[in-house]
């Protein structure tokens, strides 16, 4: 017998303190019987053969031969969490929906993902990201599932397969993984050009989020909501993160792909443990229902456009927090089914084509992900309001039907189940509103749907001059990874069509000529709310990395406490693992950490010299950067990573300089200050709510 199963059931806790899952007082098989032996199969004499009859053997390698499922075709790797949507109560003048009344609280579970990647990819990969959020209202589940770009990369769903194909690893050789840096996603993009907009956005910083708690949410798609009186208005969804839209940057994102995976991963999980619970109001852009589906020239039925918000102020009605982490990361956030179809009664669809395939597909889909049609049956999909739906059998029934008659009319149960009453002053089911439709049947595409570029461009313009340099940078590492020289070119030629400056740039450092301006459209007025720069935010779960030497440092344990009143997370980086002298718990050793954990650094003190024998180096190399005693390799990097990055480095005493001469910084340079212990937090908390210090970045060169 092992340890493990010697140890008391109540003795195993899981992290939130709960008592675990299989709680029974021994272990049973599948069908409950007791067993006494799990390590052992069942042979003949000590040595074998193994019998047939071993139940125990066949039944647990049986069921663990089929713990996989298909992963998702898109959106493979994601993050989910539980939480609570409070509604402001304001949007019952034009939308029934119940969920929206005056206070009115309902659960919810999101699910953020990456697109491109296979369920085991990193986490910090350029790609859109996923925003699926399913709300358990009593009027049955509403699902918004959205992404964090409010545009898409084709007009109609017919287009799914092939923009998905292209961005995919390539066939021949499955690579690359979870990257649209490679020949056919370029060569996909730069001929259907109503990709153009969403591959810009994905090319700035919103291609690689720092935080799944720092992205906006779109539901992307113009939806129609029915008033109380059965008034349509249509709209768009927005999610609004408190703590502000921020990136990482390119070189954080790499790294993180190979120190941390799962860098996005545990960042929300982390941050709902320590009670920085995230959170995002919810606001709706609203339009008139006027039989065009246009708002000032936007064709609102093209998902390829979003509207500014100069245009069409978004106005908040609800307020979500997610306060719960899964207890199993399958059986919800992997099982989780998702549908833009499950709608309540006040919230319905439009003609866009693209939000119409996706009504097929996502049903579709779980068929086989989920291995047949009861998957709603499944805990985390679950409607919580009682469902009466005369559904029967199929894979996986859990529920035991009573009754004769699963059909309608019957007399045999009594008539049930009976249809809803219409909502008083409703004149059709709130489902299913009666818009009127007609025209030839054909396969074309309105007018309107022929500009690529304008509001490419309009975007582009609307940033700063930082995120314009970073957005050159990814063209310029993406189409420097294309091999195919033709493919390139077509998609400068593409971003001539943007801005010149841009195709010149990006020209530049391909080695091409750059091409002549191509501008065709008009220059429509910037959004301020598109930049993520120059304004100040929460810094709610914030991570700090306190650099301290072998001891630790007079005051540690007081400057962590100020940090983490102030709200960030304080974590003492030390040459070795254990405890500092003030007993503070060391989180991370010089050799397990790097820089992409941290937003601020704080070097406390003088840190320990090269070659001192109870500091374990993982390398030889860089042993003999300087005599410095502040030049262990490891915290130099540390400095350097950080200083690149533009984040804060605070010093707490001269000493603290070594490490900063070692990494050959100046102490003059922006956000690098000297500050007593009495001040750290609050300087820190001031520097870090900008995100990063951004006179430190070159704007455009
Ligand atoms: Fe999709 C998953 C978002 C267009 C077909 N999609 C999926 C997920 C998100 C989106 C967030 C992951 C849900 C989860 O976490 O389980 N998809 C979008 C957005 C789109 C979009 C915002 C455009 C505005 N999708 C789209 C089209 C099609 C699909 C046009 C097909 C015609 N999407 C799927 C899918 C997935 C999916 C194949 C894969 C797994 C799943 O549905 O459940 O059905």
């Not at 491109?116 to 925003?131: I, K, N, P, V």
């Not at 979500?320 to 992997?334: K, Q």
């Not at 050159?472 to 993406?478: D, I, N, R």
């Not at 030390?574 to 989180?587: F, K, Q, V, W, Y």
């Amino acid at each position: 017998m092992t340890n493990e199963s010697a140890h008391p059931t109540e003795s195993r806790k899981n992290r939130e303190g709960k008592a675990p899952s299989q709680s029974a007082e021994h272990l049973t098989t599948s069908q409950g019987s007791p067993l006494s032996d799990t390590d052992h199969s069942l042979k003949v004499g000590e040595r074998g053969p193994i019998l047939l009859q071993d139940h125990h053997l066949r039944e647990k390698i049986m069921h663990f031969d089929h713990e996989r499922i298909p992963e998702r075709v898109v959106h493979a790797r994601g993050a989910g969490a539980h939480g609570t949507f409070t509604s402001y109560g304001n949007a019952g003048d034009f939308c029934a929906a119940d969920f929206l009344k005056p206070g009115k609280q309902t659960e919810v579970f999101v699910r953020f993902s990456t697109v491109a990647g296979s369920r085991g990819s990193m986490d910090t990969a350029r790609d859109t990201r996923g925003f699926a959020t399913k709300f358990y209202t009593d009027e049955g589940v509403f699902d918004l599932v959205g992404n964090n770009i409010p545009v898409f990369f084709i007009q109609d769903g017919m287009k799914f397969p092939d923009v998905v194909h292209a961005v995919k690893p390539e066939p021949d050789r499955e690579i690359p993984q979870a990257q649209s840096a490679h020949n056919t996603f370029w060569d996909f993009v730069s001929l259907h050009t109503p990709a153009q907009a969403h591959t810009l956005w994905n090319m700035s910083d919103r291609g690689i989020p720092r935080s799944y708690r720092m992205m906006e949410g779109f539901g992307v798609h113009t939806f129609r909501l029915i008033g109380p009186e059965g008034k349509p208005s249509l709209v768009k969804f927005h999610w609004k993160p408190k703590l502000g839209v921020h990136s990482l940057t390119w070189e954080e994102a790499q790294l993180a792909g190979g120190a941390d995976p799962d860098f996005h991963r545990r960042d929300l999980a982390d941050a709902i443990e320590a009670g920085a619970f995230p959170e995002w109001e919810l606001g709706v852009q609203l339009f008139e229902d006027d039989g065009t589906a246009t708002f000032q020239g936007i064709d609102l039925l093209d998902p390829t456009k979003f509207v500014p918000e100069g245009l069409a102020p978004v106005q908040l009605i609800g307020k979500m927090v997610l306060d719960r982490n899964p207890s199993n990361y399958f059986a919800e956030t992997e099982q989780v089914a998702f549908h833009p179809g499950h709608l309540v009664p006040g919230i319905d669809i439009t003609d866009d084509p693209l939000l119409q395939a996706r009504l097929f597909s996502y049903l579709d889909t779980q068929l086989t992900r989920l291995g047949g049609p009861n998957f709603s049956q499944i805990p985390v999909n679950q409607p919580k309001n009682p469902v009466n739906d005369m559904f029967r059998d199929g894979f996986h029934q859990h529920n035991i039907h009573e009754g004769v008659a699963p059909y309608q009319p019957n007399s045999l149960d009594g008539g049930c189940p009976f249809m809803a009453d219409l909502a008083e002053g409703q004149s059709f089911p709130a489902l299913e509103y009666p818009q009127e439709t007609s025209g030839a049947k054909k396969r074309s595409e309105p007018v309107s749907f022929s500009d690529h570029y304008s509001q490419a461009r309009l975007f582009y313009r609307s940033l700063s001059a930082q995120e314009r340099e970073h957005i050159k940078q990814a063209y310029s590492f993406e189409l420097g990874k294309c091999t195919d020289a033709a493919i390139r070119e077509r998609q400068v030629q593409c971003l001539a069509e943007i801005d010149g400056d841009l195709a010149a740039s990006v020209a530049t450092a391909l080695g091409l000529e750059a091409p002549a301006a191509q501008l065709d459209v008009e220059d429509l007025p910037t959004s301020s709310a598109l930049s993520q720069i120059g304004s100040s935010w929460p810094v709610d779960g914030r991570q700090i990395g306190i650099v301290v030497g072998l001891r630790g440092y007079p005051q540690d344990r007081a400057l962590a406490e100020a940090i983490s009143a102030k709200g960030m997370t304080p974590l003492i980086v030390a040459p070795h693992a254990g405890a500092t002298d003030s007993g503070l718990e060391i989180d991370r050793t010089y050799f397990t950490t790097r820089s992409i954990e941290f937003d601020a650094l704080v070097l406390a003190g003088a840190l320990p010299p090269v070659g001192d024998a109870r500091v374990p180096l993982d390398t030889k190399a860089g042993a003999d950067v300087s005599d410095s005693p502040a030049a262990d390799p490891r915290v130099v990097l540390l400095v350097q990573e950080a200083y690149r990055q533009s984040k804060p480095i605070l010093c707490l005493d001269e000493a603290s300089f070594g490490a900063l001469s070692a990494a050959g910084i100046a102490g003059e340079a922006p956000g690098v200050e000297l500050v007593d212990a009495q001040a750290l937090a609050g300087t820190l908390a001031e520097l870090v709510a900008a995100h990063r210090v951004w006179g430190r970045f070159p704007a455009e060169g």
